[in-house]
């Protein structure tokens, strides 16, 4: 069993089918392609995530086997040291991730092993969910509509100790420890692991019904922080729907709604794997953007001067997730107000999210840069200030995270301070001003509908 995305006991099909079969080498591969640049966040939480996996492995009689390397090589020496004759994955629709499971099956097949998908990280997998006309889906609401007809399977239980006595087995060398690399300082992460996802789950089944009404609001813990844990898969989707699915509220359905908006752009994306990088909407290459200089290091950084922007990022910098809405507000303030490309902001969300997933951050990017599916369209510009006027009212969450704001005697008004103000709690003025960039904005795209 070749565990990749998918780091749990629970309901994961894969790792039933293979325990079906017979003996298992639970094995991981530490592939230095996805560990390079994988940032500071999820480094750490990967290798939280694989000691926990190790612990519950432990528990029922075995050790999860480390090995460093390509996996084209790893995989095949790992499965002919166990005499294996079949490796068992869930299915990988990433553009590396499905190019390298190619070459694994191939590799193996010339050792007349067999590599075996058996589900995938998705409630619905990629490229399952076409139009009437047999073609993929490029717009999110018919998406949604057909993926609810779709539906899912129901949740397969975790192998039990006495069940899989005597299963499993090790490697005899090549074996490396899961690694433990520092975090930096100021950065702090959600533990890891399927129980803390679990807990994460239930916690929030208790407050679903109120998810329409409070999701918007990044100054109320109102959604429900599984990215993470969907993210390496110590959560699968489906278990998520299953407890839902008894709930009829407003929030429960708006809440399957977000479920289906991370399989919708698992599939974009692999009928367009160009746009992990490129823009989905090819004019929107055409427009004029400005080199990202001081601008942009000072958004990177949370100094901006516009609260509820630097606030954003400041969480992200110190929790390595950031709200939903902020992650809107500070990307539309790259493109729209700094002209900076997507891509830029995108990488820069990818080396700090703790949930930092190529589908869902990428295609969250273009949305908000207007060039992706379903866009926002360009001309709707968000204006920060008012943005946090509307969704922080009491000015909680900019308290929260931007210091030089947080005491109200000082800061009255902590979404537009005053100049005095500013100076007197050493917060930055803002870099540019929103009425004229937004101007520009406008222009700029003016000129590309040309
Ligand atoms: C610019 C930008 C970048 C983003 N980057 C990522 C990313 O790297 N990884 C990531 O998981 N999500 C990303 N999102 C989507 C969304 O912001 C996060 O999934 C959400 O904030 C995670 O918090 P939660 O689990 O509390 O969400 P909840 O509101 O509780 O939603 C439940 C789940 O639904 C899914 N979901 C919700 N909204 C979206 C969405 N817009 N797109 C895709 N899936 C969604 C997620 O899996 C989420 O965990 C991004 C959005 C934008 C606008």
């Not at 007349?112 to 047999?134: C, F, M, Q, W």
């Not at 998810?211 to 489906?238: A, W």
């Not at 589908?359 to 001309?379: E, I, K, L, V």
Request: proline share 7%; hydrophobic share 35%; glycine share 8%.
């Amino acid at each position: 069993m070749w565990f990749r995305r998918d780091l749990r006991l629970s309901d994961n099909p894969a790792l039933r089918q293979a325990l079906d079969e017979g003996e298992v080498l639970p094995l991981f591969v530490l592939d230095p392609v996805l560990w390079g640049p994988a940032g500071p966040s999820r480094r750490a939480y990967l290798a939280a995530s694989l000691r926990d996996l190790d612990a519950q492995l432990g528990d029922l009689g075995a050790a999860l086997q480390v090995v460093r390397g390509k996996p084209v090589n790893r995989v095949v020496q790992a499965a002919k040291a166990v005499g294996a004759e079949r490796v068992h994955v869930a299915a990988d629709y990433g553009p590396y991730g499905h190019q390298r499971d190619l070459d694994v099956e191939e590799a193996l097949g010339g050792a007349d092993i067999e590599l075996v998908r058996t589900g995938s990280p998705y409630a619905v997998a990629p490229d399952r969910i076409k139009n009437g006309s047999g073609k993929p889906y490029k717009v999110y609401t018919p998406f949604s509509r057909a993926w609810f007809d779709h539906g899912w399977r129901d949740p397969v239980d975790a192998p039990t100790k006495a069940a899989t006595k005597g299963s499993w087995l090790t490697l005899d060398d090549g074996t490396t420890d899961i690694p433990d690399p520092r975090l930096p300082a100021g950065l702090d992460l959600p533990e890891a692991g399927e129980a803390a996802a679990r807990r994460t789950l239930e916690e929030f089944l208790d407050k679903v019904e109120d998810y329409d009404r409070d999701r918007n609001l990044p100054g109320v813990q109102g959604t429900s922080r599984i990215s993470v844990h969907l993210k390496y898969g110590e959560l699968h989707p489906r278990t998520v729907l299953k407890a839902v699915s008894g709930k009829r509220s407003k929030g429960a359905e708006t809440y399957r709604k977000e479920i289906a908006w991370r399989d919708f752009y698992a599939d974009v994306l692999f009928q367009r794997p160009d746009s992990a990088r490129e823009y989905y909407q090819p004019d929107f290459a055409k427009m004029d953007y400005d080199d990202p200089g001081e601008a942009f290091e000072a958004w990177q950084e949370g100094r901006t001067g516009f609260p509820i922007v630097d606030a954003g990022m400041r969480q992200l910098r110190a929790t390595g997730w950031m709200h939903n809405r902020l992650r809107m507000i500070t990307a539309s303030f790259l493109v729209k107000d700094l002209h900076v490309e997507w891509q830029h902001g995108a990488r820069h969300f990818l080396h700090w999210l703790v949930d930092g997933d190529l589908a869902s951050n990428n295609h969250g990017w273009q949305w908000t840069a207007g060039s992706g599916t379903d866009a926002s369209p360009f001309f709707r510009v968000f204006n920060p200030t008012g943005q946090g006027r509307k969704f922080d009212k009491d000015g909680e969450y900019v308290r929260t995270w931007v210091e030089e704001l947080s005491d109200p005697d000082q800061v009255p008004d902590p979404h537009e301070p005053s100049d005095e103000v500013r100076e007197a709690v050493g917060y930055p003025a803002m870099i540019v001003d929103h009425a004229e960039e937004r101007r520009e904005a406008l222009d700029r795209y003016e000129r590309i509908k040309k």
